[in-house]
T-cell receptor, first 110, second 114 residues
Framework: QQQVKQSPQSLIVQKGGIPIINCAYE??????FPWYQQFPGKGPALLIA?????SEKKEGRFTISFNKSAKQFSLHIMDSQPGDSATYFC?????????FGAGTTVTVRA | DTAVSQTPKYLVTQMGNDKSIKCEQN?????MYWYKQDSKKFLKIMFSYNNKELIINETVPNRFSPKSPDKAHLNLHINSLELGDSAVYFC?????????????FGPGTRLTVL
């Protein structure tokens, strides 16, 4: 069964908008939560990651918000650009393996 | 320089055939992985090797056999191919084993079984 639930499946925003992708997990042993970005025809690449001892992490225009008590985390893309159009995967790990969410295809319209 | 490379990029074959996909990483990593991405883009780990030793085998049919001749290479051999094997297969590597280290993915091999 899927250990990380991701929503929405797809998202369309205008340039400058803020797409938000949400993920939820049940396994409290997870202690590492990365986001991977995948462009068509390419392999996924690490975008940003967080550990549960912090509630927020920013890298450039990408922000992860983490709510340990709710077992939820989300990715915000600030001032989104057409070049951010890609599929985004959240994931979680308990130092054994990475379990991926189902992915969200984000389209940023110019 | 490509960090993680896979060959071939595309593979089209008939049901029942046997095929192999090769993967090489030049990052000096100890751990390598095979993932399967289905038509709905769901990514699922299949195998993981650390220092040439199998450490993860995720209920994959035994028609799939990974082989790691050395730390830099992890190949995937598939026997008696079935329609359901059609997918994109990604190789990845990381410095250390487990899921808490950055994984570097290859460009993928799109396998189509007719």
């Amino acid at each position: 069964q899927q250990q990380v639930k991701q929503s929405p499946q797809s998202l369309i925003v205008q340039k400058g908008g803020i797409p938000i992708i949400n993920c939820a997990y049940e396994n409290t042993a997870f202690d590492y939560f990365p986001w991977y970005q995948q462009f068509p025809g390419k392999g996924p690449a690490l975008l940003i990651a967080i550990r549960p001892d912090v509630s927020e992490k920013k890298e450039g225009r990408f922000t992860i918000s983490f709510n340990k008590s709710a077992k939820q985390f989300s990715l915000h893309i600030m001032d989104s650009q057409p070049g951010d159009s890609a599929t985004y995967f959240c994931a979680a790990s308990n130092d054994y393996k990475l379990s991926f969410g189902a992915g969200t295809t984000v389209t940023v319209r110019a | 320089d490509t960090a993680v490379s896979q060959t071939p990029k595309y593979l089209v074959t008939q049901m029942g055939n046997d095929k192999s996909i090769k993967c090489e990483q030049n990052l000096g990593h100890d751990t390598m992985y095979w993932y399967k991405q289905d038509s709905k883009k769901f990514l699922k780990i299949m195998f993981s090797y650390n220092n040439k030793e199998l450490i993860i085998n995720e209920t994959v049919p035994n028609r799939f056999s990974p082989k790691s001749p050395d730390k830099a290479h992890l190949n995937l051999h598939i026997n008696s191919l079935e329609l359901g094997d059609s997918a994109v297969y990604f190789c990845a590597s990381s410095q250390v084993a487990g899921g808490s280290d950055t994984q570097y993915f290859g460009p993928g091999t799109r396998l189509t079984v007719l």
